[in-house]
């Protein structure tokens, strides 16, 4: 019988869909496994062959821990709000929603193709309302919130309320803005509705502020710094500046210490806290305030006199070397500072506002990673030292970020490279405060074991006592104090699109109200166009119908805005990672029971959260930072009983792909190459052949080349092109001529990319291999979390394996299925040895994750078992179970022949016994004169005299000795046997 793999997958899947086999229970009685993969965005394009890479090791081991006797909850959904469908309905004038769908339903197609064992009852889409109302009631629940640094956890804004009525916010420590005036019960009573709600905003977990953002204008939406590449917007490539915006924001720095102490107690690699870590950022030392000199005073340093004016009178910086602070020859204010402004003379204005606009076109990752540019602008301002009272000049720099620390710096050029680049570059002067340390040649990042000289009462001090006396000097004169920094800062909530959540928000008076969560979810209205208005508002500003009515709660005409009882809705909507940070939690609800909460009690305690989660690198900080955040927000507030989403975490690697290239003539845009022409071409003896074919149809002397990408699917596997269907491809191809009958592409590999022409479909691998090979396939190209690129030839080898398993299952001419079923035998000694060598190894590797040396083993083992003719259904059925997690279908197809009724699903992982693995026998080599002949199995039980016999008598020693009487036999029991004469 011939093996069918289009009609086994076809009818396995079918099966698995109509019977629910892999539908999870809430009830059941098993010990629990959560195993979640991280969902995709369903694109246009559908899956290439290197997304399924993380589904296949997640599938592998949901599959196997289900063998293990677990109860396992393996569920799939759809990241489907965004900004690719939006854009795509910008072009098209199609609503997101039906593209969105569409896309769904591709990747559902391909999903089931590929046989993964989702529990598909439980699917989440983030842009369905019963969704997102849970994602808006969220919103509502950090709204109503804020930190309290003394109990180190959210609260409900009920009880800050009480104390403002009882005492006033004089010895309330909470994690809150920092412009807040104290005011006492007397005064809060005293306050107006609208003055309260403006002071609580100050504290709210979610909240309205004015924030320098990642401004996009030809995509009319803020950016996250996620979004952004090489200073550009990763969707379309168009650039990004900053600007101050009024805009939702989470307070996520208040959990900061959290979710740096949080990453102690999970299972996730060392590169993955690391990347974490260094987002949040924790520096120890000390705030210290700069008093700006007062706009009467005259400033004679060296320069010119000035007189100007500050608005402002201290700067503020957070140094983790107050050790240093006689160093400091400047001070520098991100471009961004608030400061910048009001402190600049009128003689620096014009160049300090030309910078400044220069810079806002850079993104903050570009400013950090470009260490050699050296850039900045004089303000004219001068502040005072705290101890010195010198002056010291107000400068602004590109390498200094409003969003980190204060967004201004002490410099101390004689200890920061920076810094001092900085001060060699402009001229300004570079204090020595460190005892017999040269700085005119370099800069020193740190001096730990230096101690401090020529600073006053720091003189003699190493930097760790100089550092506590600093603290202590500042705090004496009201200058400073010790502190704890992060770099972390509070997360843009808003997003100036169309497809995204709506906010449950309407404005009275211009305070935010939220919509009673009764009245959710806040379903996104119908709009003509989904770009920005011509007045610059989102696109929700276009909606005619975007009012909430107070009496009927409900969205009603704009026309009917009395600002009484129908006020303005929110035009932003959410960004994309709001679903994406608790889609977890609504997977552990059984559909059927979705109602009155995001998943119900008995849920969410009986889940807990996800044992392992398999996802791109990509997401180190972003989604998994956020994720976390709002999980230990919903733990403080009762919501759930677990304090981070994802015990254990692997990224999994990149499959790469093989792109093809075409060498196109420069001059001649209509001629293109064979890599082998452009080979001789830059080959010093056959150059002058390569150039005069080259000539004779180009005409030109001296011709350049440049490559381009080239669709993989018109070359053969000797990289030859397809010069018809090349043609046919684009309309600007049509005519090409080439120097070269047969042209040969240039390869190279490169990231899987519909932009690069190198996606394989895993639909066509699917029907030319079957979906086993191409699971197979994945997990042998190497290990789960490196990089491997792709080779479409390289399939065979696997798929002509699942042909020889598929054989050891089927006898005789007419390849008849047959397994026999009679009891063991000691000559079955070999297969046991092969059965339960291959459990131990493939236990091993399935819970180490070491996929790629699984199939290595099942390779080793069905070639054993056909050499030793095994037919034995105790071995080959547990046999099936192995095989299982790896390649379903045809072990589903074979466990049925064996007449089972049951799904290999529901099967017992095979124990594994070692007994089977003591050696019995030895294979003895057989040598005459020390020439090994033929080897021969002989028990290791058997003594010298009985090897010599039994070796002796064997038919093949007879042929060897044709006769004659040996000379001598030597045996060394269980290594050798030689016969001498």
């Not at 995509?219 to 900053?242: C, M, Y």
């Not at 705090?475 to 104090?481: P, T």
């Not at 091993?844 to 199939?855: L, Q």
């Not at 007994?915 to 057989?926: D, F, Q, R, T």
Request: aromatic share 12%; with cysteine; proline share 5%.
């Amino acid at each position: 019988m011939r093996y069918d793999f289009n009609q086994i997958e076809k009818k396995w899947q079918e099966y698995w869909a109509k019977n629910e086999t892999f539908k999870a229970s809430n009830t059941s009685h098993k010990p629990k496994y959560y195993v979640l993969d991280m969902f995709p965005y369903p694109s246009g394009a559908g899956l290439h062959v290197g997304h399924p890479l993380g589904y296949i090791a997640s599938d592998i081991y949901a599959r196997y821990k289900r063998h293990k006797g677990f109860n396992v909850l393996h569920p799939q959904g759809y990241d489907s709000f965004g900004l690719p469908a939006e854009q795509y309905a910008i072009q098209t004038g199609q609503h997101p929603r039906i593209t969105t769908e569409e896309n769904i339903k591709t990747y559902r197609r391909q999903l089931d193709q590929i046989g993964f064992s989702f529990d598909w009852s439980r699917e989440v889409r983030t842009s369905d309302p019963n969704y997102y109302k849970w994602t808006q009631w969220i919103f509502i629940q950090l709204f109503e919130s804020w930190f309290n640094n003394e109990t180190n956890k959210a609260e409900s804004i009920e009880t800050l309320i009480a104390i403002f009525k009882s005492e006033g916010n004089a010895n309330i420590n909470a994690a809150c803005d920092d412009n807040i005036e104290a005011f006492t019960a007397e005064d809060w009573k005293g306050y107006s509705s609208e003055e309260q709600q403006e002071i609580l905003l100050k504290y709210r977990l979610t909240y309205l502020a004015e924030t320098e953002v990642n401004w996009c204008p030809a995509l009319g939406t803020v950016l996250a710094n996620d979004e952004i590449v090489n200073g550009v917007s990763e969707r379309g490539g168009h650039p990004v500046v900053r600007k101050k915006m009024t805009q939702w924001s989470m307070r996520i720095s208040a959990y900061a210490e959290r979710l740096l102490q949080g990453l102690d107690t999970i299972d996730w690699t060392d590169s993955l806290k690391e990347s974490q870590r260094n987002w949040i950022g924790k520096s120890v030392g000390a705030s210290v305030k700069f008093n700006i000199v007062p706009n009467d005073t005259v400033i004679s340093s060296g320069v010119e006199k000035r007189v100007f004016s500050a608005a402002k009178s201290q700067i503020e910086v957070f140094t983790t070397r107050p050790d240093t602070i006689f160093g400091v020859s400047f001070m520098t204010l991100a471009p961004e500072h608030e400061l910048v402004s009001q402190i600049t003379t009128p003689e620096q204005k014009a160049e300090v506002e030309a910078y400044v606009e220069a810079t806002a076109k850079r993104s903050e990752r570009e400013r950090m990673a470009d260490v050699k540019t050296i850039s900045g602008v004089f303000t004219g301002a001068y502040a005072e030292h705290p101890f010195t009272k010198e002056p010291i000049p107000i400068w602004i720099g590109d390498y200094v970020l409003a969003s980190y620390g204060t967004g201004a710096v002490m410099a101390v050029p004689c200890g920061d490279q920076r810094d001092y680049d900085f001060a060699k570059h402009f001229g300004i002067p570079i204090p020595n405060i460190f005892e017999g340390v040269d700085i005119s040649e370099e800069a020193f990042a740190s001096k730990d074991n230096v101690k401090i000289a020529n600073s006053d009462f720091l003189n003699g001090m190493n930097y760790k006592k100089a550092s506590k006396r600093a603290i202590y000097e500042l705090e004496q004169i009201g200058q400073g104090e010790g502190k704890t920094n992060y770099r972390l800062r509070d997360a843009v909530f808003s997003r100036q699109r169309y497809w995204g959540e709506p906010f449950p928000v309407y404005y009275v008076n211009g305070m935010p109200q939220m919509i009673d969560a009764k009245h959710l979810p806040l379903t996104l209205p119908e709009v003509e166009k989904y770009l920005p208005t011509e007045e610059g508002e989102p696109p929700l500003g276009r909606a005619d119908v975007w009012a909430w009515c107070t009496e009927s709660n409900s969205v009603v005409s704009n026309e009917k805005i009395d600002n009484t009882t129908i006020f303005p809705l929110e035009l932003n909507t959410m960004p994309g990672w709001a679903g994406s940070s608790w889609y977890f939690f609504r997977y552990m609800e059984e559909a059927e029971n979705r109602g009155e909460a995001f998943a119900s009690e008995d849920a969410l305690k009986y889940w807990e959260n996800v044992d392992l989660y398999i996802g791109g690198s990509e997401h180190a900080t972003g989604h998994l930072l956020y994720s976390r955040f709002w999980v230990k927000f919903l733990k403080d507030r009762g919501f759930v009983g677990v304090d981070e989403p994802f015990k254990k975490l692997i990224n999994q690697g990149m499959i790469l792909g093989t792109s093809a290239f075409l060498y196109r003539v420069n001059e001649r845009q209509d001629i293109f190459l064979s890599k082998e022409t452009v080979n001789d071409f830059h080959n010093s003896e056959k150059h002058k052949e390569a150039l005069k074919r080259i000539t004779d149809l180009t005409g030109t002397e001296s011709p350049t080349f440049s490559k381009i990408h080239v669709d993989v699917n018109f070359v053969n596997s000797s990289d030859e092109l397809d010069v018809y269907r090349f043609r046919n491809w684009r309309p600007e191809f049509k005519h090409a001529k080439f120097t070269d009958e047969i042209v040969v592409v240039e390869r190279d590999v490169e990231k899987m990319s519909k932009s690069k022409y190198n996606v394989v479909n895993p639909d066509s691998i699917c029907e030319d291999y079957g979906a086993d090979s191409l699971r197979l396939y994945e997990m042998f190209l190497g290990p789960l979390e490196q990089y491997k690129p792709w080779n479409t030839a390289g399939i065979t080898g696997v798929h002509n394996f699942l042909k020889k398993l598929w054989k050891l299952y089927h006898q005789g001419e007419n390849g008849s299925f047959y397994v026999d079923s009679s009891p063991l035998g000691k000559s079955d000694g070999a297969a046991l040895k092969t059965l339960h060598k291959t459990i131990k190894k493939v236990e091993e590797d399935i819970e180490n994750f070491s996929f790629n040396t699984s199939v290595s083993t099942f390779m080793i083992a069905v070639n054993e078992l056909t050499a030793q003719k095994c037919t034995s259904k105790e071995i080959l059925e547990p046999l099936l179970i192995l095989i299982s997690p790896y390649a379903p279908h045809i072990a589903e197809e074979l466990w049925s022949k064996l007449g089972n009724a049951e799904s290999i699903s529901t099967a017992l992982f095979p124990k594994f016994e070692e007994k089977h693995l003591v050696e019995s026998a030895k294979n003895y080599p057989i040598s005459f004169n020390g020439k090994m002949r033929f080897t021969l199995e002989l028990p290791l039980d058997m003594s010298k005299e009985e090897i010599e016999k039994t070796v002796l008598a064997n038919e093949k020693t007879q042929e060897q000795l044709q006769g004659r009487t040996p000379k001598k036999v030597i045996v060394v029991p269980g290594k050798i046997v030689n016969i001498v004469g």
